[in-house]
């Protein structure tokens, strides 16, 4: 399994803009779809709840690493941990690292999210069940209604 | 008898949930024992996701049908996070970038 993904965008859009997007929580929220408790503090555990469409029931759970000023954001957190009955924090976390970089137009962003290799097998039965699960008939529950009757 | 009481309307439960056209319809594309993505329980329908899944899960309150897992191997794992990534980001860069 690989262990990482790793993602470069341009912005149009000055460090202290991206920074602050990143940074302030209800920023963040609006575009990782998510509603934080309160802000961001380094060595803080950030709480909120998912507001992505389906996993509204969803909460959110982050440690924040490191915040260097318009340079990098980072935070461990559980990739899709969406079940709600299951507890989570036994596992390694995945680091997710934003880097910030100034350039001609705007600002280069480097997103980083490392330490999948940790991941226990059974984590991969992400069950987003509206696309990668399935459903089957439970036909012996249909015999049993119908039969109890013939 | 409380328990034959309870029993009937179990049954009952079961007979509401499949007396229902797009249900039977969904269920009938079920019988070959085979699970069904959300995905192909849709198409050649004109229902969309959403309907389909609120269909099954009255089906799936009736105990008539349930959802399976997927377990996916860790490559197609790490594209499905992947694409969120892309998703999240695209939202950041029209958030950024808006005047």
């Known amino acids: ?9 341009e912005l149009k859009a000055p460090v202290s803009r991206v920074w602050k997007a990143l940074t302030d929580h209800r920023e963040f929220g609006t575009w990782f779809r998510v509603r934080l408790d309160g802000p961001f503090v380094p060595g803080g555990v950030s709480r909120g709840n998912i507001i992505y469409p389906g996993y509204e029931h969803l909460k959110w759970e982050a440690v924040v690493q490191k915040m ?4 990098m954001f980072s935070f461990t957190w559980h990739p899709y941990a969406i079940e709600p009955s299951t507890d989570y924090s036994s596992e390694i976390p995945t ?44 036909m012996q529950n249909i015999a049993q209604y119908l039969g109890q009757h013939a | 008898m409380p328990s034959a009481a309870a029993a009937l309307r179990a049954r009952a439960s079961v007979f509401a949930a499949l007396g229902d056209e797009t249900r039977l319809g969904l269920l009938a594309r079920l019988t070959n024992g085979e699970p069904q993505s ?3 329980l849709t198409s050649g329908t004109r229902l969309t996701r959403q309907a389909v899944t609120k269909h099954l899960r009255v089906l799936e ?39």
């Open chain 1, 95 to 138: 680091l997710v690292e934003f880097t910030l970089e100034k350039t001609a137009t705007g600002t280069r962003l480097r997103v980083v999210e490392s330490g999948f290799d940790k991941l226990p097998a059974h984590r991969r039965d992400i069950a987003f069940r509206s696309n990668d699960g399935g459903w089957t008939m439970q």
């Open chain 2, 38 to 40: 959300i995905s192909r």
């Open chain 1, 1 to 9: 399994m690989g262990d990482r993904i790793e993602k470069t965008i």
């Open chain 2, 61 to 99: 309150g009736a105990g008539v049908v349930h959802s399976v897992k997927t377990i996916i191997d860790a490559q197609t794992y790490l594209e499905h996070v992947s694409r969120q990534w892309d998703n999240a980001l695209a939202r950041l860069k029209a958030l950024v970038e808006e005047q």
């Open chain 1, 68 to 71: 260097e000023p318009e340079r």
